[in-house]
C-alpha cells in the first residue's frame, strides 16, 4: 500500500523560491532601515516558559486563553509554549542578562510567531514579525522617533497609503475606574452583546470596544471613553507626543477605540492600517508597556515597541505592484565531452570570485537540455566548454537574450562578461 503523503500544517505555509526573493529583499531593506536608527539584533529562543506569557500578555486575552500552542516537556513536566509574540521573550532576555543595568537600549528581532487562529489571508497559525524594541527612554520623544522610523519605512518601500492611527491608554489605575464603568454601561446593554463579548464582559471588557461586529458598533460608539478617566500626566505625556507628531507634518487619526489585544500596553499606542488587506489591514502596531518591565523584574523602568507583520507587507507590497522582480543566476557553465569538468570548476571559482553568480551542469546531460536549463534559469550568459576549449584555454560564450556567441580567452572572460 502507498504511503499516504504529508503535507504542512494548516496555516504554516512553506516559502518557496519563487517567493522568497521578496522575503529576502524586505529583509535587508529592515536591516538596513534598522541599523540607520541605531537599533541592534537581539535573537531569543521560539519556546520559552509558559509563564512568561501568561504573565506579560494576559490571562483574560484570547491570545492566552485561546491561541497558544503550549505543551508540557516530556522531561521535567514544564509548561513550555511556542512564542505567540515576541516583546515577552526580548524584555525577558533583558531583564535575565542585566542589559537595562544604567543603560538603555534600542533591539530588534525577527523570526517566526505561532497562534492558533482560523487560517486567512494575512493570518497564519506560523507568521512571522520584526519587532523593534526601546527600552529605559521615559517621555513622549522616543514615541515621536518610532512614529517618524515607521513613516521613513514606508518611503523606503514606496508605500505611500497606510493610515495612523493613535490613542493613549493611560495607566493602570485610570483603566481600572474606566474597566468598572465600562462595565456596568455593557451590563445595561447585556441583550446588545455578542458571544464573544459576553465572554470578555468581566474578563477584559476593554477588548470589547475593539470588536468588528457591525450590529455592535453603535454600542460601543456610546460606550464611556477612556481619554474622559485619564489624569494629567497620561494627557500631558498625550498631548506633548500628539504636538510632535503634528509639528513633525505627521498624519494621523485619534482612534478612541484602538486598545491593542495584549494587557500590558500604557500611554501611547498606535497602528498604521491599509485599505488594501481587508479585516486584516494593519501592518504594523505597538506602544508604550512600561508596567511589563516591573512586571517581569519587579524594578520600575520605560519601553516602548511595536511589530510588523512581514506576510502583510509583503501583500500591501504585492497589491501596489511594488515586488521587486526575483533575480537569477549569472552564468550557467555547459560542459560538452569527457574532461570538461575540471576547468568548469576552476572558472566558475574565478567568475564567483568576481561576484557573480554561477550554475553548472552536473552529470552526463546532452548540449540541448544544458541550453534549455540556462534558458529557464534565465541566466545572461552560457559558458560553454568543450574538448576544444580546453586544449585552447579558452571557452564559448553564449549571450541568451542576443542568442549570439564569441570565444574568449579564459583570461579576458572576466572582463568580456563586464563589459557586457
Known amino acids: 500500500m502507498a504511503m499516504q503523503k504529508i503535507n504542512s500544517v494548516k496555516g504554516m505555509n512553506d516559502i518557496l ?17 534598522l541599523f540607520s536608527y541605531g537599533y541592534e539584533n537581539i535573537r531569543t529562543p521560539i519556546v520559552e516558559d509558559t509563564k512568561l506569557f501568561t504573565r506579560s500578555i494576559g490571562g483574560a486575552t484570547d491570545i492566552v486563553e485561546k491561541e497558544m500552542y503550549t505543551f508540557t516537556d ?16 526580548a524584555l525577558r532576555s533583558v531583564i535575565q542578562h542585566e542589559l537595562l543595568y544604567n543603560k538603555t537600549q534600542k533591539l530588534w528581532y525577527i523570526g517566526p510567531m505561532f497562534r492558533h487562529e482560523r487560517p486567512q489571508k494575512g ?6 514579525q520584526l519587532g523593534v524594541e526601546a527600552l529605559g527612554f521615559k517621555g513622549p520623544d522616543i514615541d515621536s522617533e518610532i512614529i517618524l522610523m515607521l513613516r521613513d519605512l ?16 493611560g495607566n493602570l489605575d485610570e483603566r481600572a475606574v474606566h474597566r468598572a464603568n465600562l462595565i456596568k454601561y455593557f451590563e445595561q446593554n447585556i441583550n446588545l ?26 454600542l460601543v460608539t456610546k460606550a464611556p471613553m477612556l ?40 500611554l501611547s499606542v498606535f497602528e498604521w492600517v491599509s485599505s488594501n488587506l481587508g479585516a486584516q489591514g494593519t501592518v504594523a502596531a505597538g506602544g508604550r508597556y512600561d508596567p511589563l518591565v516591573k512586571e517581569l523584574s519587579g524594578k520600575d523602568n520605560y519601553a516602548i515597541g511595536f511589530a510588523i507583520g512581514l506576510e502583510r507587507i509583503l501583500l500591501e507590497l504585492e497589491a501596489l505592484n511594488i ?9 550557467f557553465i555547459a560542459t560538452v565531452g569527457s574532461d570538461t569538468q575540471a576547468l568548469a570548476f576552476k572558472i566558475a571559482g574565478i567568475l564567483r570570485g568576481e561576484g557573480l553568480s554561477v550554475v553548472q551542469n552536473f552529470g552526463v546531460n546532452s548540449f540541448k537540455s544544458q541550453l534549455k536549463k540556462a534558458d529557464g534559469l534565465k541566466c545572461k550568459f552560457t559558458v560553454i566548454i568543450g574538448e576544444t576549449e580546453v586544449s585552447n584555454n579558452q571557452v564559448m560564450v553564449k549571450l541568451m537574450d542576443r542568442q549570439t556567441q564569441e ?7 572576466v572582463d568580456f562578461l563586464r563589459k557586457i
Open 17 to 33: 523560491p519563487g517567493d522568497s526573493h521578496a522575503w529576502l529583499w524586505l529583509e535587508e531593506q529592515l536591516r538596513k532601515w
Open 74 to 89: 516530556k522531561l521535567n513536566d514544564d509548561s513550555l509554549t511556542l512564542r505567540p509574540e515576541g516583546t515577552a521573550g
Open 123 to 128: 493570518r497564519y497559525r506560523q507568521f512571522h
Open 154 to 169: 514606508w518611503q523606503r518601500l514606496g508605500i505611500q497609503n497606510l493610515q495612523l492611527h493613535i490613542n493613549c491608554l
Open 193 to 218: 452583546l455578542d458571544e464573544d463579548a459576553t465572554r470578555r464582559l468581566y474578563k477584559n471588557p476593554l477588548r470589547i470596544l475593539d470588536t468588528k461586529n457591525p450590529a455592535m458598533q453603535e
Open 227 to 266: 481619554i474622559d478617566y485619564l489624569g494629567s500626566e497620561s494627557l500631558e505625556h498625550y498631548t506633548l507626543w500628539k504636538t510632535y507628531l503634528t509639528n513633525l507634518g505627521v498624519e494621523f487619526i485619534e482612534n478612541p477605540r484602538l486598545v491593542r489585544g495584549l494587557d500590558y500596553y500604557n
Open 323 to 331: 515586488v521587486p522582480n526575483r533575480v537569477f543566476p549569472d552564468v
Open 407 to 413: 570565444s574568449v580567452a579564459i583570461e579576458n572572460l
